[in-house]
C-alpha cells in the first residue's frame, strides 16, 4: 500500500545539522565547562551546545561531563531505576531493512506469531518472574493492523495470574500507523508508544531500507506526530546507532524532540539509543559502518542527560553488565532486564537461538540477577505505574517533574513497588540484601510523607498490593 506524504515537511535540517557539528568540533576547555555550568542549572542544552560536549575528546573533559551527568540525574532522578521487559509479539515483516533478522528476505529466520493462548502463556511467564511493565515488539507486516495490535493489548491486560497479579502498563513498539491507528491503541491504554527512526540521514536511511512501508522517511520521521495528535501523550523515540555517524544522529534526535515541543508542548517521554548488534544473515550488522567505541558511547549517553535532563533514557539488554552498571550512574533511567527477542521466547526451554531472534543480546542475567545488582549499586529498582493509571502523563508529568515531582513521588512509589518484588518474587539472596535497603532507603526519605509510606510499606507485608502515591 503506497502511503501518502504528500505536503509532508522534512524537519530534519542535514545542512544546518552538519553545520552544526564542525562549527563546534573543537572543545575548547574552558567552553565545556560553560555549558557544563548551564548544564546543571536543570535547563537543557542547545543543539550547538550539545554538538561541543559530543566532540570533546580529551580524557580529563569526559570525565567532568560524566560528572556533570551523574550531578544531573542525581538531582531528578534519585537513586530509582525503572525496569521493564520487551515482549514479541510477532517477527512476521514485509520490511527489508539491511541490519534487522527480521527482514522478509532473511529465509533461515523462522517465523511466528503468538496466538492469543501463547500470549497468555508467555505473559504469565513474565508476571510470575515480577515483571509489571512490558513492552510489546511487533514487525510490521501487512495483514497485521490496529485492531489486531490493540487486542493483543487487552489480551495482555486481561491476563491475570493467581500467584503474580497483572501486567500493569503496557508500552507498544510497532510501525507507524496513521491517526486512527493510534487513536485505536490510546484507547485500549497503552503507556508509551515507541518508535525509532534508525537513522536520521535521509540518504542511508533510504540505502538500508530498500522494501515495505517502513522504506517511506517521512512516513516514519512524522509518526509521533500523528501519535500524539490522537492522544498518546508519552511516546518514546531512538536512533540505530553504528549506522551512520552518531554526531549528526544525536543532533537530529535533539532536534525531533525539540520539534514535538514545539508542536505539542512537550517533547518525547523518552530517548533510546541502541547500538547496531550481530543478527542473522547481516552482514552490516556485524560490521556497522560507523562502529562507535565505548568511550564515545559513554559521553553521548551524558549528553543526552545533560541536553534533556527530564526525559527518560532507556538502555537495552544489546549492552553488557558493564556497559549497563556504568550508564547507570551517569544518565540511564530505565533499563530491561531478562529480556528475549523473538516471539514465544520466555516459554521457550531452549532459549538463545540465533535463528528466531532480532539480534543478539549481551546481558543475558536474569531479573532476580540484575536486581540484585542495582541493589548493591544503591539503586531502587521500580516497577511504579502510578502516573500513568492517574493520568501524570505527557505535559503534566514534564510540569510535575521539573518541580521536584520525581522525588517526592516516584521514590516513595518505587519502594512500595520492589517491596512487592521482594514479598512475591524475589530469590532468599535478594532478599537478604535488599529487604534492609528498603527499610533504610524508607528511613532516609524526605519526612513529608514518610509516616504514609511505612504504614504502606507494612501493608504490603501483610499481603496487600497496588500501593500508591
Known amino acids: 500500500m503506497k502511503i501518502d506524504t504528500s505536503g ?182 497503552i503507556g508509551t508508544y515507541q518508535c525509532f527512526q534508525e537513522t536520521y540521514h535521509s540518504e542511508t536511511y533510504s540505502r538500508l531500507h530498500t522494501k515495505g512501508r517502513k522504506s517511506d522517511y517521512l512516513w516514519r520521521l512524522h509518526a509521533m506526530h500523528r501519535a500524539m495528535e490522537a492522544g498518546i501523550d508519552d511516546v518514546g523515540m531512538g536512533a540505530l546507532l553504528g549506522l ?58 551524558a549528553v543526552l542527560r545533560l541536553a534533556v535532563p527530564f526525559t527518560g533514557l532507556i538502555l537495552s539488554t544489546r549492552e553488557g553488565r558493564e556497559m549497563r552498571r556504568e550508564l547507570l550512574d551517569i544518565g540511564v533511567s530505565q533499563i530491561s532486564a531478562g529480556s528475549r527477542t523473538y516471539p514465544g521466547a520466555y516459554t521457550d526451554p531452549n532459549y538463545d537461538r540465533p535463528d528466531v531472534q532480532q539480534f543478539c543480546v549481551g546481558d543475558n542475567r536474569s531479573l532476580d540477577e540484575v536486581v540484585r545488582e542495582i541493589v548493591r549499586q544503591g539503586y531502587i529498582p521500580s516497577w511504579c505505574t502510578a502516573c500513568y493509571r492517574l493520568g501524570r502523563t505527557g505535559e503534566e508529568f514534564m510540569k510535575l517533574a521539573k518541580n521536584g515531582f520525581i522525588q517526592d513521588f516516584c521514590r516513595p512509589n518505587a519502594l512500595l513497588t520492589f517491596s512487592e518484588y521482594l514479598q512475591d518474587y524475589a530469590s532468599a539472596e535478594t532478599r537478604g540484601i535488599a529487604v534492609p535497603f528498603v527499610l533504610e532507603e524508607a528511613q532516609a526519605g524526605p519526612e513529608k510523607g514518610r509516616k504514609t509510606l511505612m504504614d504502606r510499606l507494612t501493608r504490603i507485608e501483610r499481603g496487600e498490593r497496588d500501593l500508591y502515591f
Open 244 to 301: 551512520y555517524d552518531y554526531r549528526f544522529d544525536i543532533l537530529a534526535l535533539l532536534a525531533h524532540a525539540a520539534e514535538l515541543e514545539k508542536a505539542f508542548g512537550v517533547g518525547p517521554h523518552t530517548l533510546s539509543f541502541p547500538r547496531l548488534e550481530p543478527a542473522l544473515n547481516s552482514e552490516i550488522a556485524f560490521n556497522p559502518p560507523y562502529p562507535i567505541t565505548d568511550t564515545q558511547f559513554k559521553r553521548l549517553v
Open 8 to 189: 509532508v515537511q522534512n524537519f530534519i535540517d542535514e545542512g544546518a545539522i552538519w553545520d552544526i557539528v564542525n562549527k563546534n568540533s573543537v572543545a575548547d576547555p574552558g567552553r565545556v565547562r560553560e555549558i557544563l555550568d548551564k548544564a546543571l542549572e536543570l535547563k537543557g542544552l542547545s543543539l550547538a551546545e550539545a554538538a561541543c560536549l559530543l566532540q570533546a575528546e580529551d580524557p580529563d573533559m569526559n570525565q567532568e561531563i560524566a560528572s556533570a551527568a551523574r550531578k544531573v540525574k542525581k538531582a531528578i532522578y534519585g537513586n530509582r531505576v525503572v525496569l521493564f521487559a520487551p515482549l514479541y509479539i510477532t517477527n512476521e515483516c514485509g520490511n527489508r531493512c539491511a541490519y534487522c533478522g527480521f527482514k522478509d528476505t532473511n529465509t533461515e529466520l523462522v517465523r511466528r506469531t503468538l496466538t492469543p493462548e501463547e500470549l497468555r502463556r508467555e505473559v504469565g511467564v513474565l508476571e510470575d518472574l515480577g515483571h509489571k511493565r512490558l513492552l510489546l515488539v511487533y514487525g510490521e507486516h501487512p495483514k497485521f493492523g490496529a485492531d489486531w495490535i490493540a487486542e493483543t493489548v487487552r489480551t495482555v491486560y486481561e491476563t491475570v495470574s493467581e500467584k503474580s497479579g497483572e501486567i500493569r502498563r503496557v508500552n507498544i513498539n510497532c510501525a507507524p500507523l496513521d491517526v486512527e491507528g493510534f487513536r485505536k491503541l490510546h484507547e485500549v491504554g
